[in-house]
């Protein structure tokens, strides 16, 4: 995880928004709203928010790391 707020899952929020995704992976906010946009991210629309599950980040994230499967 990028050195800031966030020192490891345990510590994330319910939901997550782009801010923090971007947080977390150490990209910028622009960076994270593409991937909010991209098929495949679990991302849940709210009226006009877009944010994504915990629980669901940190599946995506296994999935799409080297030696997770697919």
Request: proline residues 6%; hydrophobic residues 35%; glycine residues 10%.
């Amino acid at each position: 995880m990028a050195e800031g707020k966030y020192k490891n899952y345990e510590e994330l929020p319910l939901f997550l928004n782009a801010k923090m995704i971007g947080a977390v992976l150490g990209i910028s906010p622009a960076s994270s709203y593409e991937l909010f946009h991209q098929e495949g991210f679990p991302t849940l629309k709210i009226g006009n928010r877009l944010v994504v599950p915990k629980e669901k980040f940190i599946q995506w994230v296994e999935q799409n790391t080297q030696g997770g499967t697919r």
